[in-house]
């Protein structure tokens, strides 16, 4: 199956700890992102990237790092995790602007991140 | 400040018409996207307007005013599986999404 997928679906983990989430996606697109959609169900971009520029949203705590080894991937590494940093995080992907307008982004599953 | 407002939660009957509105301030505007979520999932892409008008796919239409700083999401005919809720986002003049916080739509028999 063509998809965006990330793992793991859950994860439950305590303060202070490091963690990192994986996405992959399959569809060739050039563009990956990294959202995090909190309890009030906003989505906000962390991160854009493709093989050329890494676009970082500036309110995003350092402590978040995107780590993409290739086009196919991007991880989402998180230190000393916090308490308000739970929430549902969606990896997306997107071909060129002409894909993005005809079929929008292509969403991850998500990843239920809950700190204890 | 960039705002996108939507109602958080509606409530509408199976076989029947609803419509969901959507206000935008953003800077600049390269169009707007509706999205459907179901409860624990991803979010789907439903349809995209840059030009004024309604676009319609299906049972789904979608409606832009530019001037108005206006959408709405149509939806006919309504089935138990269309519970879920519903994205407006408008992607602004650097081409960054700005997303709503989704309205709510829950359907009863």
């Known amino acids: 199956d063509t998809a965006v997928s990330q793992t793991p679906k859950y994860l439950v983990t305590q303060m202070g700890n490091d963690k990192s989430i994986k996405c992959e996606q399959n569809?060739?697109?050039?563009?990956m992102y990294w959202y995090k959609q909190d309890s009030k169900k906003f989505l906000k971009i962390m991160f854009s990237y493709n093989n050329k520029e890494l676009i970082i949203n500036e309110t995003v705590p350092n402590r978040f790092s995107p780590k993409s080894p290739d086009k196919a991937h991007l991880n989402l590494h998180i230190n000393s995790l916090e308490l308000g940093d739970s929430a549902v995080y969606f990896c997306?992907?997107?071909?060129?602007?002409?894909?993005?307008?005809?079929?929008?982004?292509?969403f991850g599953s998500g990843t239920r991140l809950t700190v204890v | 400040g960039q705002n996108i407002d939507q109602p958080t939660e509606m409530t509408a009957t199976e076989g029947a018409i609803v419509q969901i509105n959507c206000t935008y301030q953003t800077s600049g505007f390269n169009g707007l996207f509706w999205y459907q979520q179901h409860a624990g999932e991803a979010p789907t892409f439903l349809s995209y307007?840059?030009l004024d008008g309604l676009e319609e796919k299906g049972r789904f239409s979608s409606f832009l005013s530019r001037s108005k700083g206006y959408s709405y999401l149509l939806l006919k005919e309504l089935q138990m599986k269309d519970s879920a809720s519903y994205l407006c986002a408008v992607m602004d003049s650097n081409y960054q999404l700005i997303w709503g916080a989704g309205t709510k739509l829950i359907i009863k028999p």
């Open positions: 997306a992907s997107s071909q060129d602007m002409a894909d993005l307008l005809l079929d929008g982004y292509t």
């Open positions: 569809l060739g697109h050039d563009t």
């Open positions: 307007n840059v």
